[in-house]
C-alpha cells in the first residue's frame, strides 16, 4: 500500500509541474541555509571540544580596580600562579599550564619564516591531549632544546609530517640563533583558545626551559609579571569558588602589594571561555545567524505549507472519485500525508546538495571551514529527516484531515460544504513572510551603510597605500640604530614615500597597556589612563597623522607626544599649552617632555571611543615590532617586488610578511563584515522564496478563479481591470507587513548599532526603498502571472469539462 501511495505522490508531482518546482526549490533553498548557519554555529559551540575534562580546565583571568594596571587583556595573570596552585592546594588542582607567547624567526636551510611560539609547561601535551602523529605526550618537552611541531608546520619545513629528530633553526631577540630537535608532531589542531589565544594560532611548542634563550626566564618566574597565560585543571567535585579565597592567600603572600590589592583573579571553563571573548561577540554572532536561519526557514515552510494547502483544495473533485470508487478517509489520509512528505524529502535531498556545492562560498563568508557532507557522522542525517517527515507532516494536515471529511457529492461539484477555506489565515502566513523579508532586507542595507561609514569616514589617519611588514627584534640601542639605517634605506626607494618603525600599528589590538599619566608637578593619582606608543619620530608624517602643536618627538628620546583627548584630559583647554610641559609616568622615575600634540584618531576600532594615548619615542623605549612604509601611487606588483628585493638586502634571513592596512582594518571587522555578507545573503534567499511563495499562490488563485477571469472579460473588463484584482489581494499584505517590519526593524537595528560609539543614525530611506523595491517585484510577479494565465481567450476559461 506504502508503494502505491508514494507511486501515486510522485504522478501527482509529475503532473502539477509548476507547483512542485515551486515548492520544492523553495523549500530546499530556505533548509540549505539553516544547514549552513547551523554548522557554521555547531563549529563555534563546539570550540575547545576537542580539549580532554574542558569542563574542569579552567583559564585564570584578570580584573583590576586600577585601570592602569591592566595590559587590556583580561587572560593573562601573574606568571607562577596556577604553578603555585597546583603545588599548594594538590587536593584541588589535578594539574596546571602556564605559557608565554612569542613570535621569532624560524629558518631551515633557505626557508625562513616568522613564526608564533609558544614556550611552556611540558603538561601543555597531557592537559590538551592533542593527539600526536609522532613522539611521546610524556616525554616531547622534557628536553630544553625540543620543540613540537603541527604536521601543517612539518610539511611546510620539510614536506612530509615524519620529522622526529630533524631540527629548527630558531632566532632569538638579540639576533642568537639555536638548533631545536623535533620531538613531536601533531596533528592539525582545531581551532582552540589555547593555542589560539591571540589573533595569531601558534603551531610550534617549546618548554619552558627555552625562554633561557628568549631571555624571558627570569621573569617567567616572577609575581610581579602578570602577562602570562594560566590555565588549571581542576579535581573532579571541585568547584570554582572553591578557589577563589586560596588565589587570593597566594597574591597577598607572594605579589607585590599594588598587585595583591587591586588584582581579582576569576575562573573560566574552557567549554564556555570562547563565547565569552570580546563582550560575548561570538555568542551574539551565533544567535544572530540562528535567528536568522529560523526566520529563514519559517517562510519557507510558510511556502510549502501555503502552496500545498491552495493546491489540495483543487483537487476536491479527485478526492469525490477516491471515495465514490470505495476509498476510505484513511486512505485518503495516508495519501495526502505521503505526498507531502515526499516533496519535503525531495527538498532536503536537493538541500543537501546545495550545502555541499556552497560549502567554500560560505566557509570564506563566515570566516571559518564547515564541515563536508563526507566528514560528518551518521547520526547527523536523521536531523535532515526528521526535518522533512516534521515539515511533511505540517503541510499535508489540512488537506489529509479537512478535505478528507467532505462528502462524497459535495466534492465531485467541487465545493466545500462544511468548512470554508482558511483564506485569511494563509494571507496572514503570507504577511509574515513580507514582514521577515522587509526586516532581513532593511537589517542588511543599514548594517552595510555603517560598515562602509566605518571605513570610509575619518580615521584621522590615512590608510591608502600603507603597507605594515613585522622585523626582527634586537630590543638595544645597537638594534634601534640598525631599525633606523633600514627605514632610511627603504624610504630612499622611488616608489616609497616615507617610512616609520614602531611597537604598534591601528590594529586595535597593539597598544601599550594602560599607562598612568600625570604632570610632573601634580600627583598621580589627578593623572589620566592612557594607550602608550613606541614609535620613531617619522611615525606622524608615514601615517599622515596631523599634528596640532609643537612637533613629532623629534631627537630628544625622552620627548613625548599625546593627543587632543589627553591634553583635554589633563586640564588643558589650549592644546598648545600643553607644548613644553614635564610629564610622568607612574612607575617610571623619568621625565618627559611634550613635544607635540596630534590630532585625535582611531586607534581602535569605532566600537569605542578615542582615549587618550601618548606616544614615546623607540630610542628610550627600544622595543619595535613592525616597519610601516607609504607606497606611492602607481605599479604596485613591481613596488612589492622592489620592496621584497631591498628587505632581502637590508634585512636578510628576515621573511617579507607584509599587510596593507585595508586588510588589517578587514580583520578589526571581520565579525561585522561576515554579519554583512550573511545578511545579504539572507536577504536575496528571503526575496528569492518570498517570489517563489507569490507566484505559487498567484498561479493557484488564477486557475481556480479562471471562470471568474473569463465572466469579468465577457462583460466587458479590461486587462489592467484583470490584474488589479489579482494585485489587490497583495496589497494589504505588503502594507501589512511594514507596518508591523519598520518598527521590528528600527528597535533591533538600534540596539546593534549602540554597539558602536561611532555610528550612523537610521533614517527613512531604507525602509521606503525596501518597501518600494519587494512592492515592485510583487507586482512584477503577479502581472506577469496574470497576463500569462488569465489573459487568454474567456470563452476557453468559460469551457466545461
Not at 639576533?175 to 601533531?186: A, P, S
Not at 561576515?674 to 486557475?703: C, E, F, R, Y
Request: glycine residues 6%.
Amino acid at each position: 500500500m506504502i508503494k502505491n501511495f508514494i507511486l501515486l505522490a510522485w504522478r501527482n508531482l509529475v503532473k502539477h509541474k509548476t507547483f512542485s518546482f515551486i515548492n520544492i526549490l523553495g523549500l530546499s533553498a530556505g533548509i540549505a541555509f539553516v544547514f549552513l548557519i547551523g554548522a557554521y554555529v555547531w563549529g563555534e559551540l563546539r570550540v575547545n571540544s576537542t580539549i580532554q575534562h574542558n569542563d574542569r580546565v579552567f583559564m585564570l583571568r584578570s580584573k583590576w580596580q586600577k585601570q592602569e594596571m591592566s595590559m587590556g587583556m583580561d587572560f593573562i595573570t601573574p606568571a607562577p600562579l596556577a604553578k603555585a596552585l597546583k603545588e599548594n592546594f594538590p587536593d584541588l588542582v589535578a594539574d596546571y599550564y602556564h605559557h608565554d607567547g612569542i613570535s621569532s624567526i624560524v629558518s631551515k636551510g633557505n626557508k625562513h619564516f616568522r613564526e608564533g611560539l609558544q614556550p611552556g609547561d611540558a603538561s601543555f601535551l597531557t592537559i590538551t591531549a592533542f593527539p600526536l602523529l609522532y613522539g611521546d605526550a610524556r616525554t616531547a618537552l622534557s628536553n630544553p632544546n625540543s620543540i613540537v611541531i603541527t604536521a601543517a608546520k612539518a610539511i611546510k619545513y620539510f614536506g612530509k609530517t615524519d620529522v622526529m629528530g630533524e631540527t629548527l633553526t630558531l632566532q632569538s631577540f638579540s639576533g642568537g640563533k639555536q638548533d631545536f630537535m623535533i620531538t613531536g608532531v601533531l596533528k592539525d589542531l582545531p581551532f582552540n583558545t589555547v593555542t589560539n589565544f591571540t589573533t595569531t594560532s601558534n603551531e610550534l611548542f617549546l618548554p619552558l626551559e627555552s625562554l633561557r634563550f628568549f631571555g624571558r626566564y627570569d621573569g617567567f618566574q616572577s609575581w610581579a609579571n602578570t602577562a602570562v597565560v594560566n590555565y588549571i585543571q581542576l579535581k573532579e567535585g571541585v568547584k570554582p569558588e572553591d578557589l577563589q579565597k586560596p588565589m587570593q592567600q597566594l597574591l597577598k603572600l607572594n605579589a607585590p602589594p599594588d598587585i595583591a590589592a587591586n588584582l581579582q583573579v576569576f575562573l573560566t571553563p574552557l567549554n564556555e571561555y570562547y563565547l565569552q571573548l570580546n563582550n560575548g561577540l561570538a555568542r551574539r554572532m551565533v544567535y544572530t545567524l540562528s535567528i536568522i536561519a529560523f526566520f529563514i526557514l519559517l517562510m519557507a515552510v510558510i511556502n510549502f505549507i501555503n502552496i500545498t494547502v491552495g493546491n489540495s483544495a483543487t483537487r476536491l473533485k479527485e478526492i469525490g472519485v477516491r471515495k465514490v470508487m470505495g476509498g476510505s478517509r484513511q486512505q485518503l489520509i495516508l495519501q495526502f500525508l505521503t505526498e507531502s512528505v515526499v516533496m519535503a524529502l525531495l527538498s532536503v535531498l536537493l538541500a543537501l546538495g546545495i550545502y555541499q556545492w556552497a560549502i567554500p562560498f560560505c566557509s570564506k563568508m563566515l570566516g571559518k571551514p564547515l564541515p563536508s557532507l563526507t566528514t560528518l557522522p551518521l547520526q547527523y542525517f536523521l536531523i535532515p529527516l526528521l526535518m522533512a517527515l516534521a515539515i511533511g507532516v505540517l503541510a499535508g494536515l489540512y488537506p489529509a484531515f479537512i478535505l478528507s471529511l467532505q462528502p462524497s457529492v459535495d466534492s465531485l461539484k467541487g465545493k466545500l460544504k462544511t468548512i470554508k477555506e482558511k483564506v485569511v489565515f494563509r494571507r496572514s502566513l503570507i504577511a509574515l513572510q513580507f514582514t521577515t523579508a522587509i526586516v532581513v532586507f532593511v537589517g542588511a542595507i543599514v548594517i552595510d551603510k555603517q560598515i562602509t561609514f566605518s571605513f570610509n569616514s575619518s580615521l584621522g589617519y590615512d590608510k591608502e597605500q600603507l603597507i605594515t611588514a613585522t622585523v626582527p627584534r634586537d630590543w638595544s640601542v645597537q638594534g634601534v640604530q640598525h631599525m633606523e639605517t633600514v627605514r632610511d634605506e627603504i624610504a630612499r626607494m622611488p616608489a616609497i614615500s616615507h617610512a616609520s618603525f614602531s611597537f604598534e600599528i591601528p590594529d586595535g589590538m597593539s597598544g601599550n597597556g594602560n599607562i598612568r599619566l600625570y604632570k610632573a608637578a601634580e600627583d598621580s593619582s589627578r593623572g589620566v589612563v592612557a594607550t602608550g606608543l613606541s614609535t620613531d619620530d617619522q611615525y606622524a608624517t608615514t601615517y599622515s597623522i596631523k599634528v596640532a602643536a609643537g612637533q613629532f618627538l623629534g631627537s630628544d628620546s625622552t620627548a613625548m607626544v599625546i593627543n587632543e583627548t589627553a591634553a583635554r584630559s589633563l586640564g588643558w583647554k589650549d592644546i598648545n599649552a600643553a607644548v613644553g610641559q614635564p610629564m610622568k609616568m607612574q612607575g617610571d622615575p623619568q621625565t618627559y617632555t611634550i613635544a607635540g600634540v596630534v590630532n585625535d584618531f582611531h586607534f581602535n576600532s569605532k566600537h569605542e571611543s578615542i582615549k587618550p594615548m601618548l606616544f614615546l619615542h623607540v630610542k628610550n623605549t627600544l622595543i619595535y615590532r613592525y616597519l610601516s612604509f607609504k607606497v606611492k601611487p602607481g605599479n604596485l606588483p613591481q613596488t612589492l617586488a622592489a620592496l621584497e628585493n631591498k628587505w632581502a638586502t637590508v634585512l636578510p634571513g628576515a621573511p617579507f610578511d607584509y599587510k596593507f592596512m585595508d586588510d588589517t582594518l578587514n580583520f578589526m571587522y571581520r565579525s561585522e563584515i561576515q554579519l554583512k555578507k550573511a545578511a545579504q545573503t539572507a536577504t536575496l534567499l528571503a526575496l528569492l522564496i518570498v517570489l517563489l511563495g507569490v507566484l505559487g499562490i498567484v498561479t493557484l488563485s488564477i486557475t481556480r478563479r479562471m471562470k471568474e477571469v473569463g465572466i469579468r472579460k465577457v462583460l466587458g473588463a479590461s486587462g489592467l481591470q484583470i490584474i488589479a484584482l489579482f494585485l489587490k489581494e497583495f496589497a494589504w499584505m505588503v502594507l501589512l507587513a511594514n507596518i508591523i517590519a519598520w518598527p521590528l526593524a528600527y528597535l533591533a537595528l538600534e540596539k546593534w548599532l549602540d554597539n558602536f560609539v561611532y555610528r550612523i543614525h537610521i533614517n527613512w530611506m531604507p525602509f521606503l526603498t525596501v518597501a518600494a523595491v519587494v512592492a515592485a517585484l510583487i507586482a512584477v510577479i503577479v502581472t506577469i502571472q496574470t497576463i500569462v494565465k488569465a489573459l487568454t481567450n474567456p470563452i476557453r476559461n468559460l469551457r466545461s469539462e
